[in-house]
């Protein structure tokens, strides 16, 4: 089982719906749970960021967790054309060998996301 | 800088050759990072580092790559010997002090011919 999954994709969704990327981790000592955009031949973006369960919202994007099912989401409401893009989840564990307490990120390869007009 | 920068944009090189990678972070960050990215995949960690030193080295694939951060600021990546199964984009990441938002670079695409 790999650490983040992601279904590949493609999603797509007319203008103006609503798209829900959804990721899921296996590892229950994750920490913090990151959405990340990457448009073709661009690096990773951050969108936002969740901690806690429950929702999370920005703009137009909301983040869900659920710790005990270890799923998070990521819904795009009034999704436009600009929005096309891959959608990458990345989960924080704590660093192996830090005394410092940071975190690696690792990343799921990321759902397709195409907005047709 | 106003952002990560990294250098060269783009590096073409022969199978066997030897290949370093720059990374420059945002002022002031005190962490980096260095991800390889390949067609369709997500990001995979290779290295962190907290300050000059390497924290975390454990996403490195093997012994011909290796990164420095003698400063504390710019990064180089070095891979030896290189294969084609090295081709890739080399990502960069910085952020504050580790537990923050990183800010990825543009990346280096490496083709190993």
């Known amino acids: 089982q790999k650490e983040v999954e992601q279904n590949s994709g493609p999603l797509s969704v007319p203008e103006g719906a609503i798209a829900s990327l959804n990721c899921t981790y296996s590892?229950?000592?994750?920490?913090?749970f990151f959405w990340y955009r990457q448009y073709s031949g661009k690096s990773p973006e951050l969108i936002m960021f969740?901690?806690?369960?429950g929702d999370k919202e920005d703009g137009r994007f909301t983040a869900q967790l659920n710790k005990a099912s270890q799923y998070v989401s990521l819904l795009i409401r009034d999704s436009q054309p600009s929005d096309s893009a891959t959608y990458l989840c990345?989960?924080?564990?704590?660093?192996?060998?830090?005394?410092?307490?940071?975190?690696?990120?690792?990343f799921g390869r990321g759902t397709s996301l195409i907005v047709h007009p | 800088g106003a952002g990560v920068s990294q250098t060269p944009s783009n590096k073409v090189t022969e199978k066997g050759k030897y290949v370093e990678l720059r990374c420059d972070p945002i002022?002031?960050?005190?962490?980096l990072y260095w991800y390889r990215q390949s067609l369709g995949q997500g990001p995979e960690f290779l290295i962190y580092?907290?300050?000059?030193?390497?924290?975390?080295d454990s996403g490195l694939p093997n012994d011909r790559f290796f990164a420095v951060r003698p400063e504390g600021s710019v990064s180089t990546l070095k891979i030896q010997r290189t294969e084609r199964g090295d081709s890739a984009v080399y990502l960069c990441?910085?952020?504050?002090?580790?537990?923050?938002?990183?800010?990825f670079g543009p990346g280096t695409r490496l083709l190993v011919l």
């Open positions: 990345a989960v924080n564990k704590p660093s192996f060998g830090s005394s410092g307490g940071s975190y690696i990120p690792t």
């Open positions: 990441a910085s952020s504050y002090r580790g537990r923050e938002t990183q800010y």
């Open positions: 590892d229950r000592g994750s920490q913090s």
């Open positions: 969740i901690y806690s369960n």
């Open positions: 580092f907290q300050g000059t030193g390497a924290a975390d």
């Open positions: 002022s002031g960050h005190t962490a």
